[in-house]
């Protein structure tokens, strides 16, 4: 049973372009959440999506950010114009519960480098 | 808001030796997870305690979870180099997981 698995691993971009992550979540796991960790701090939450619905975005930057998770494929995260700050390693977690014991299995992640 | 502190923030050890970390906070959780990362790497869920009181054994690791369901502790009986890493707690509800800082441990052999 496969985990969740995110691509691509390593992403690197000048300012101004834009950033797409990819997460496939778990075999059975209807339920995403994207984090975010900058050097030397803790996992930050972005959003939490099910299939075709964000559920809470509170975590995400008010511009330049979105995600999705399309009825079919993976869930994607899309950084657009890019910035240094943005440069961090970006977690996807699956779980196959709403909210309930918020047992969330991780990705090995997407680290970002803005150049 | 909701915050969890963890510490000791670092823990170097010899091999062999028992360690305890804390996760703490003064809110109420409704459950805890911890979770360990290495360098790279996406965190590894280890356990989640649900119930005020309760303890989970890991094999060397024990987890227990405070009575009053604000904190948590996990210790680590006979540390080897392979339990090298950062342990994360986290807690929450309704999908937004709120993480510590971690305690990173290396264990020396």
């Known amino acids: 049973n496969a985990g969740v698995m995110q691509n691509p691993r390593h992403l690197v971009r000048r300012r101004g372009q834009e950033a797409r992550l990819r997460c496939s979540p778990m075999?059975?796991?209807?339920?995403v959440y994207w984090y975010r960790q900058l050097p030397e701090e803790g996992l930050k939450f972005m959003v939490y999506?099910?299939?075709?619905?964000?559920?809470?975005e509170s975590g995400m930057p008010k511009e330049r950010f979105s995600a999705e998770f399309p009825k079919e494929g993976p869930s994607i995260l899309r950084i657009q114009q890019v910035v240094r700050g943005d440069s961090a390693a970006y977690f996807c977690?699956?779980?196959?519960?709403?909210?309930?014991?918020?047992?969330?299995?991780f990705g090995p992640g997407t680290r970002l480098t803005v150049l | 808001t909701q915050l969890l502190e963890q510490s000791p923030q670092f823990l170097s050890i010899q091999e062999g030796e028992n360690l305890t970390v804390y996760c703490n906070s003064s809110?109420?959780?409704?459950?805890l997870q911890w979770y360990r990362q290495e360098p790279g790497e996406g965190p590894v869920l280890l356990v989640t305690?649900?119930?005020?009181?309760e303890v989970k054994k890991l094999k060397r690791l024990t987890f227990q979870f405070g009575d009053a369901r604000k904190d948590s502790s996990l210790h680590i009986t006979a540390a080897q180099p392979g339990d090298t890493g950062l342990y994360l707690c986290?807690?929450?509800?309704?999908?937004?997981?709120?993480f510590g800082k971690g305690t990173k441990l290396s264990v020396k052999p």
């Open positions: 977690a699956s779980s196959p519960l709403a909210g309930g014991l918020d047992t969330q299995y």
């Open positions: 075999k059975g796991h209807s339920h």
């Open positions: 999506l099910q299939k075709e619905n964000i559920i809470d």
């Open positions: 809110s109420v959780f409704s459950s």
């Open positions: 305690v649900v119930t005020g009181g």
């Open positions: 986290a807690g929450g509800s309704q999908g937004n997981l709120i």
